[in-house]
T-cell receptor, first 113, second 113 residues
């Protein structure tokens, strides 16, 4: 079965360190997204991509970057981790189309100390 | 900022009750309104979705009611079960934003046995 896999599931890092969260999907979807989930804020869009070599900033992109070198992967990099980036991060993918559902991974819980 | 306001933040009902979760939006350009269900430790998954050309959509025990003039929509869960205990997110998107979803803040539902 097709799936979307995030790794690691849990990560603890120190302030100022660079961190990369992995996202790999086998749906062959063009669209990929990164969200962060915080209590009281729901899911907020960080970055998204509509295809290889395409990346776009979302609502809360400051301090984050992504790159899309193939269809399957969209890694999220925190250039210099800050305590405000402690959160649960979700990767998602979807087909092109107005009613195509997002397929989410199971998340990465990141703690910045 | 395009917002979707969701209430209540948490909800506790007895088995068989009918929990109702409400969402309101401001941007009249929104034209797709999905609901996502999230269980602990998992990513959200699409539950049901509606477009503004209909006032109600039902799938099994889940019903979306849509009031275009009031810019509100709600999720009703008929004959709720303990297995429905989860966090529910409403969302909205529009064609001009290339289908990026704006999520509500989430409602944590607990159905007591």
């Amino acid at each position: 079965d097709a799936e979307i896999t995030q790794s690691p599931r849990h990560k603890i890092t120190e302030t100022g360190r660079q961190v990369t969260l992995a996202c790999h999907q086998t749906w062959n979807h063009n669209n990929m997204f990164w969200y962060r989930q915080d209590l009281g804020h729901g899911l907020r869009l960080i970055h998204y991509s509509y295809g290889v070599q395409d990346t776009n900033k979302g609502e809360v992109s400051d301090g984050y970057s992504v790159s899309r070198s193939n269809t399957e992967d969209l890694p999220l990099t925190l250039e210099s981790a800050a305590s405000s980036q402690t959160s649960v991060y979700f990767c998602a993918s979807s087909r092109t189309g107005w009613n195509s559902p997002l397929h989410f991974g199971n998340g990465t819980r990141l703690t910045v100390t | 900022q395009q917002q979707v306001k969701q209430s209540p933040q948490s909800l506790i009902v007895q088995k068989g009750g009918i929990p109702i979760i409400n969402c309101a939006y401001e941007n009249t350009a929104f034209d797709y309104f999905p609901w996502y269900q999230q269980f602990p430790g998992k990513g959200p998954a699409l539950l049901i979705a509606i477009r503004p050309d209909v006032s109600e959509k039902k799938e099994g025990r889940f019903t979306i009611s849509f009031n275009k003039s009031a810019k509100q929509f709600s999720l009703h869960i008929m004959d709720s079960q303990p297995g429905d205990s989860a966090t529910y997110f409403c969302a909205a998107s529009m064609q001009s934003s290339a289908r990026q979803l704006t999520f509500g803040s989430g409602t944590q539902l607990t159905v007591l046995p």
